[in-house]
Every structure is written in structure tokens, then in C-alpha cells.
């Protein structure tokens, strides 16, 4: 009885410690953790793999390398190239087997140059930057009254016909959210802004960057343009250049401003997801995927997007190898190819794959939020999973709890799961994420170690435990 009571108050104290650390006197916080790990994490292998990976930089040294020696990776560039060679080069180092490359085109984009300014009333440069898949303006650029649109959805219920000769502007800002629910809501006027835009007549279109922060970098991001429409060029200022639109605005003015971007589509160009594996010891078929994207957008040298998941899920890669246990099922690492772009590696892999082994992947999660702490599990194992609670149990004293919300595993598993792979994602607070996101601000100082290693510990008790579990994956399908 005592022990169990013992039990039942570590538990509470554990859960009180996760949702609310700022509240817990520093003793008992150490008291609590102490007898926790003592009392909670009882898989002793568990406990080895996740002190290893909380002691060590295994993928901190990995987004490193990636971010100094590669740079920027946009899909389809030959820096993009580079990166699948690293890749390739970096399994063989940390002893992945079978890794190759699968290879696989896209349509290849080019930004070109890009300029801006307030012609009148008040003449200044804008900083701006064109968002992927966006047309070019004539050469020289397009000067052009604009037409303000205080958010997407009043451009949406603007008659059509009415824009012509006008550049279309749409601020708007994003909400900041751990989960990064204001991204979705925020992204339309980057999706569709053109298409909107031009239905109603407009040359070109700009847009308050979809961010959080209040820096002078805009944030670019892959657009799409409807196929019955004109297409038109767009852009993305930085948030205090739409400030400074939205404060001329307000007081009435009439703005002109100008725009010029060179960038074009090139034609077809290659990409390709690297793949590597810990061969399963007694049941090789069986396959848990792991991964982040290798490509990012031009601008940073994407390292919280995506060099971190690329980190974390090799850094777990690296932590199981290291330690000599032999997972039964078979690990399999992935770096996706040109996910900005629209997914394109997520969709390669299911197209590659599902006639031969993806009904035999008992689990995906793909690591694709940032470099911040995990703090949920998100199931896509379907209602009351056991396995949530089995991995849970072992990983909550990182101060992870069992979210609420589901998930598909992450941009390039959800072609998979749609494909009945079952999927779960390990939930990085990504509060301060869209400060940073697609911007020439992504870069390695943003990285911090203590982070990535909580990371690395729970992927590496997530594929370890998955890999041995009794747990019927595929059952719940
Ligand atoms: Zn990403």
C-alpha cells in the first residue's frame, strides 16, 4: 500500500512539474525528477539510451555539420545536391546500413532578384522577398497604386473585377500558439493571394509575412496558383515594412510602390529522400521510420527548419547504434528531399514504396518544429493506443505529457499515413518557431544543445520502445 501510494504522489508531482515548472520550489523539483526516474523509468535500457542522449551532442553536431558545411538547400539545387551526398556520407559515419538515395524530379524554382519600395507618399524601400513558385515581374518592375486588404478574407469578399492596374496588399498578423495553430489560418493569404489577387484584375500582389516576429526579415514560404487564373508575381514584407504600409494607410494615403522579382520555374531538377537503416535483429521486415527534411527555403541555412529534425532523428539513429543494443524491428532513417516545395519527398517515398514494403512500416514520425523542447505526444495510432501509455510511462520525466490532439505524423508522413501507416509525433513547443521560420534569421546560433539532446531522448525511447513492443501497430488499422 505505501509503495503504491509513494507511486501515485510521484505521479502527481511529476505531472504538476511538467505542466507548470515555473510553479515548483527548486528542491522539490529535484526531489521529484530524482525519485521519479528512479521510480518511473524502470526499462533500464531506456534509462541508458536517454542518459546518453541527455549527456551527449549527438545531433547537435549533426544540424552543425549540415547547416556550416552545406548552407542553404533549396529543392532542387545542386546545394540540394550537396545535401544528399552529407547525408549519404553521414549515415555510413554513424554506422547506418543499406543507405542510398532515391532519386525522384520536381519542378526546379529560381528567386532571381527582388526589390521594393514606397514610390508616394513617402518614399522608402520596402524589404521583401518573393514566395516560392511566384512569377517574375516584367524586367524593370511594376509600379502600381495599391489596393489595401486589411486581411486575406476581405480580399476574398471584394467583388471580382475592380484591381486592374492596382498591386493587391494583405496584412494581417499570426498568432503565436505552441502548437502553431495561427499558421494555418495566417498561411491562406500566402497560398492564395494571387489567385484572389488576380480574379479581381491586380498586377502583383505583397502580403505582411506569415511570422511572429517583429524583425526586418520577410518570410518566404511556397505559394500555389489556381490553374484557370492569370498568374501574377507575390511577394512578402517584412512585418515592420507592413507596419510602416498599414500606418499610410490608416491615415488615409494613397500609396504607390514598386516592385521587381526575377524569380522563374527552370524547368525539371533533381531531389531525392537519403535513406539508411538499423536492420531489425528478429523481425527485419517490420519498418519504423524516422526522419526530417533535408531541403530548405534559400534564404537561412535552415537549421530549425529542418536541419533540427534531421539532427534529432539521426542523433537518436546515432545514440541506439552507439549503445550496442540491437533493436528487433528495423529503424529506418529518412531525410526527405524539397518538402517546402509541397511535400514533393513525402509523396516520392509512398510512390516508391507502396507496392513493395510500406505495408510493413508499423510506425513514421517525422521530427519538422523546430529545435525546441518536445512537450506531448500527438497519437495517430487511433483512440486508447496502449502504446502512448507504454512510451509515455517511460519518457515523462523529459516533461512530456500525452496530448490531447492527433496527428499524422508530421508534412512528409502524411502521404504515408493516407496510405494507412500507422503514425505519432513528438509535439515541440513552437511558441517562438514562426520568429524565425523561412527567413534569412534560420541559422545554427538558434540551436541550442540542451534542447536538441531532450529531443534525441525521446526519439531515441520512441524507436527503441516501438521496436520491442508487444503493441499490434498495424492491429489498430
Ligand atoms: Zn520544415
Redesign the pocket.
Known amino acids: 500500500m505505501k509503495t503504491a501510494l509513494n507511486y501515485a504522489l510521484i505521479l502527481t508531482a511529476a505531472t504538476l512539474l511538467a505542466c507548470s515548472p515555473q510553479t515548483v520550489d527548486a528542491p522539490e523539483a529535484a526531489k521529484a525528477d530524482t525519485e521519479q526516474s528512479e521510480q518511473v523509468v524502470q526499462n533500464a535500457k531506456v534509462k541508458a539510451l536517454t542518459d546518453a542522449a541527455l549527456s551527449g551532442t549527438q545531433g547537435y553536431d549533426i544540424i552543425e555539420s549540415l547547416t556550416t558545411e552545406i548552407g542553404p538547400r533549396l529543392a532542387g539545387t545542386p546545394q540540394e545536391a550537396r545535401a544528399r551526398d552529407w547525408g549519404v556520407a553521414k549515415m555510413k559515419e554513424i554506422g547506418l546500413e543499406n543507405v542510398r538515395i532515391e532519386d525522384f524530379t520536381i519542378p526546379g524554382w529560381e528567386r532571381g532578384v527582388e526589390s521594393g519600395s514606397i514610390v508616394a507618399p513617402y518614399p522608402q524601400p520596402l524589404y521583401l522577398t518573393a514566395l516560392g513558385g511566384s512569377v517574375a515581374t516584367p524586367s524593370g518592375g511594376i509600379e502600381a497604386e495599391v489596393a489595401y486588404f486589411p486581411t486575406f478574407e476581405d480580399l476574398e469578399s471584394a467583388p471580382e473585377g475592380g484591381l486592374e492596374g492596382k498591386i493587391v496588399y494583405i496584412s494581417g498578423r499570426m498568432d503565436k500558439a505552441p502548437d502553431g495553430a495561427g499558421y494555418g489560418p495566417a498561411n491562406r493569404k500566402r497560398r492564395g493571394g494571387a489567385t484572389e489577387a488576380a480574379k479581381r484584375g491586380a498586377l502583383a500582389v505583397i502580403i505582411r509575412s506569415v511570422g511572429t516576429d517583429s524583425h526586418r526579415f520577410p518570410h518566404t514560404g511556397q505559394m500555389r496558383y489556381a490553374d484557370e487564373v492569370k498568374k501574377i508575381p507575390i511577394a512578402a514584407l517584412s512585418a515592420p515594412d507592413a507596419d510602416q504600409m498599414d500606418r499610410m494607410f490608416k491615415a488615409g494615403e494613397t500609396v504607390r510602390v514598386k516592385v521587381e522579382l526575377g524569380a522563374r520555374y527552370v524547368g525539371e531538377r533533381p531531389s531525392g529522400n537519403v535513406i539508411g537503416e538499423i536492420v531489425g535483429s528478429e523481425k527485419p521486415d517490420e519498418i519504423i521510420l524516422i526522419g526530417?527534411?533535408l531541403d530548405?527555403w534559400d534564404l537561412g541555412t535552415?537549421a530549425v527548419?529542418?536541419g533540427a529534425?534531421i539532427g534529432i532523428s539521426m542523433g537518436a539513429a546515432k545514440v541506439l547504434l552507439d549503445s550496442g543494443y540491437k533493436p528487433k524491428r528495423t529503424i529506418r532513417v529518412v531525410m526527405f528531399g524539397a518538402?517546402?516545395v509541397g511535400l514533393l519527398g513525402g509523396f516520392a517515398y509512398v510512390d516508391a514504396h507502396k507496392d513493395t514494403d510500406l505495408g510493413n512500416h508499423v510506425l513514421a514520425s517525422e521530427s519538422?518544429?523546430g529545435a525546441e523542447r518536445v512537450y506531448e505526444i500527438r497519437s495517430g495510432l487511433g483512440e486508447g493506443a496502449s502504446f502512448i501509455d507504454e512510451l509515455h510511462d517511460q519518457i515523462a520525466f523529459l516533461g512530456i505529457e500525452k496530448g490531447t490532439k492527433e496527428t499524422n505524423g508530421g508534412?512528409d508522413i502524411g502521404p504515408m499515413f493516407n496510405e494507412g501507416v500507422p503514425a505519432i509525433r513528438l509535439q515541440q513547443d513552437g511558441t517562438d518557431y514562426f520568429d524565425l521560420?523561412h527567413t534569412p534569421d534560420d541559422t545554427f546560433d538558434k540551436i541550442g544543445k540542451e534542447e536538441i539532446a531532450q529531443n534525441v531522448a525521446a526519439w531515441t525511447a520512441m524507436i527503441w520502445l516501438a521496436s520491442e513492443t508487444e503493441y499490434n501497430f498495424r492491429g489498430m488499422n
Do not use: K
Open positions: 526530417g527534411h530548405s535552415g527548419d529542418d529534425g518538402e517546402e519538422d518544429f508534412p521560420h
